[in-house]
């Protein structure tokens, strides 16, 4: 009994499977399910029961609950709900699974423009068994998707929905949808293999198109930021929360907002962005349209509405006070006049006030009384209201001693306040930047040395006497001199002027006597008699300059002065440049260098360069046979011999021989190979090529492995802590999770390693941003990181909270599985000046951090930092910036962010004017002092001041001006203080001291101290 049920069974099946393999070839490739049937099957030794299933969705009968058998015993064809064919190999077998097909897909407009609403019923991953892993969806405006080349051809929509259990349902919002159109949409369940079922039903829905309005804004204050144009939809518009869409505007003028939901009513308001926060605050002007009130607005889809025109109000005057002159411009620019105050000195951030003219003359604008402001006019050629590079600019500053304040007292006026424009590079003294250059040869090769020719050509100001014009050697290029003609880098001049001239090479333009050329990587001519006229040239002609070995463009950055009176600025016009190319190939070599192999399985792809006499990659001249070959070192012969078990091919595909020829065309500098082992061990790839009649070889060691040369990759939080692929470290400085341990071995010891961690994925062009190399296994303990970069610019700063991806290099192979979760405690804030209303941002505040750890930041152009990096404790912060207030604050820092606003208050500026007896001068120069003190010292400020020889006038000994971009030398010595009444007193050796008492308020105080006499001097002779 038990033998016949077995035979009966084993019959059963053996016929089953034979109909099926007979049938499958004709059937499955068909692409169609067999009306709802699941099919199983024995394949290959194994028995699979056969089921028949029917399921069932929103009352319709559903065929796509299909397990389609894909293998037979032999050779044979397989197919997808697709209707794809694979090839299945011998002795193999699966049973491939499909989602339900759904059949009740429904699709309604969305509640926002650009929106539809999608609702189903989940398949699952086997028919409508289990969780499908993921929905592909399709959408056109073309008509209907009916078939698979429909949905093939109809747009993929982005999302990532994760399905809910089968049978449940399933609803999505899609977004980003083709605006004003009637969209069509099909859904497809994916199961965790891969595999998709058929295509859904194919409902649609409009989707409706998002209102927009256009209008003009207009504004007759002075406060200086972008004008805002917003969309709310309440009429509560001093909050963010009600804010749907909004634009910015340089000036005032007209505007357009599209992106404004139809149906919902909304209201339209436009403010001055004073301190850049993108709200409206108390203190910015601004205007409703419709007046003092804002009137509602309700749009349908896709309407446009124009003439949504309306006026910003001035909020306040009785805080204003006014500051009038004249500007002045003769230049040949053209645009309008853009006047503005800043309140530093630097022009930094955006202008507290600014309005434009269209002419020079007479203007006249309020701002903010009982504050000194910085003042700079420019022509806005582009209409951009900034400032931009080559645009005629000046500034206030009637002692040329760069920009000097101007305090403008509230409801009065400071007048008198001019302002010359001058093109760039001109001011009142004359005119630097003006003329052309130009430099031959235009190419050279790389490593040569070439003879070069810089060429100035002076400009329509030409050039006077104490004027030069000099270049500047790029870096890498050789150091210059002119003392030994026949030595390289010699540089000589050619004068060819239609005046009479005299110029001269000079080492060191800061003084008056020439000096040589000895080493330097610049050279000037100076004007020493008479003058250049417009059109006169100069040549500097350099004999054999060592050009550098890398390719690339090198410019000569040409500089000029006009006269002794300005400093010397690169060309308005561009300095010229030379292209250094590679020289022909000499040699040849590989890379990498050193490779890594895992048996069986063919290499990453691997370069074999012609390189020149700099090792940078060249050409070949002519047409080069270089013979490939898989070698490995015997140490019987001493020699690399032949490996059968080593091939080589240009292509990753097939093609492998143990040697092969490739063939360098003419101009061709790379070829590509690569590389399979059937053998592991030590292994060479030679390569022989001839190059200029010199037969030479190349070679690349190859280590071949078993299996990943990596093994035990992993992180842990100490030495001997638990491993992990992820973990999250907290470098705050407290000794607890401050490092991730980067843990691996290799089957290598002799192997160099490279471990590198960048804040994006490196599979997606992740920039390291921090490395650490060796060689041999990097056993526990061996690399960590705290959390610090250790590349670039900003090499020491704590990086910011996220996830950081690592990547272990050696030999050519590589693992990323690494992930690392930075968790840091950050401080961020903005720092305002309150002496201006409203609030204006403080940029380039310098802001310090004193506690367990330390840290230093600087604002940017809206006020605000960010210091991350900080280890719980309490700190002292420190703000301070040139013409401003420092604060200090103590600050507890417990979370992962701390909010610190800051105001920092503007200092008066007391400006010092040390005077000296007449005739009372030294034949030598002299350093004094001048002291600015309180009473008791508890506040004090100290400068040094010098007195040259023969001179009875103090000067600071000249420091960098950023208004000018130069170094100034101030005979008028500032100090930024608090208000109250300050001791100053100069002391100079051999005179009597001088000092002077007064007070200091808000508008600051220029101060002439009494003359510094010189003491009796007794002298005689001893015998």
Known sequence: MRFRTVLRYFMRNFVLAFIIAGLAPHFFQTGQSAGGSVFAAELAGTTKKVQRNTVTMGGKRSAGATKAINATAGEGVMSTSSGLSKKVRKGHHSIRYYPATILNLSARTGSAYGEAVLTWTAPGADGLAGRASGYKIAYTTVGAIASETDFDRASAYSQSFAPVLAGASESHVLSGLPFGATVYFAVKGIEPSGNRGHISNCPFAYVIAPASIAGTVAYTGTQGGKLVIAVFDSTQVFTTANLIVSTQLARAGGYGISGIQPGTTFYVVGFVDVNQSLKADSGEDYGFYGGNSPVSFNLASGQSVPGVDFELIIASTAHLGTVAGNISYSGAQTGLLRIEVFNNSAFSGQPVAAVSAVSAGAYSFRVPGDVAYFMRAFVDRNSNAVFDSGEASGFYGPKNQGAEPIFVPKQGTASGKDVAIYDPGCSVAGCSGFGTSTISPSTVTAGGLPDLTVQFIAGPSGMQAGGLAGFGVPSGWGALQNNCPSCNAYVSLAVASTNTVTIALDGDPSTAVLESLTGQFSAVAKVTAGALNPGDTVQFVISKLPAPCQARTSVFTVTTAQNANVAALPLASGSPAVSVQPGGAVTMSFSPLNLTLTQYTTSQALLL????????????????????????YSFSTGAFDPDSNFQLSASAAAGFA??????????????????????????????????????????????????????????????????????????????????????????????????????????????????????????????AWDGRINLGSESGRTVPSGIYYVLISAGGASTD?????????????????????????VPDVKVQAFGPVSGQVVTDAAGRYLMSGLSIGTYTFTFSKGQYLSVSTRTVVAGTSTVLNVPLLRAPILEVIPTLQPGATQPYEQWGELSVYTTGWAKSFVQPIRLQAGTTTFDDGGQWNSSLQQFVTRTRFRFEVTLDTYTVAAQLAGYFPSSSTAYVGPEGLELTLPQLNRRGNLSGAIS
């Open 609 to 632: 360069s012609g390189k020149d006499l700099c090792g940078g990659v060249a050409a070949v001249s002519g047409s080069t046979d270089v013979i490939v070959s898989g070698r490995v």
């Open 658 to 783: 143990t040697s092969k020829t490739i063939t360098f065309s003419a101009g061709q500098s790379s070829a590509t190979l690569f590389a399979l082992a059937a053998s592991t061990g030590a292994k060479h790839i030679q390569a022989e090529y001839s190059l200029a009649g010199t037969t030479r070889y190349a070679y690349c060691a190859v280590n071949v492995f078993q299996g990943n040369p990596f093994s035990n990759v992993n992180l842990s939080s100490g030495a001997f802590t638990t491993n992990r692929a992820s973990m999250t470290i907290t470098p705050d400085g407290d000794g607890a999770g401050d490092m991730a341990f980067i843990n691996f071995n290799l089957a290598d010891s002799a192997l160099s390693w490279k471990v590198q961690i960048s804040s994006s994925s490196f599979d997606s062009g992740g920039t390291a941003i921090w490395q650490s190399m060796g060689s041999g296994s990097a056993l526990p303990g061996k690399v």
């Open 817 to 841: 599985t690494l992930r690392i979760n930075v968790i840091v405690n950050q401080v961020s804030g903005q720092v305002t000046d309150p002496g201006i209303t409203p609030a204006v941002p």
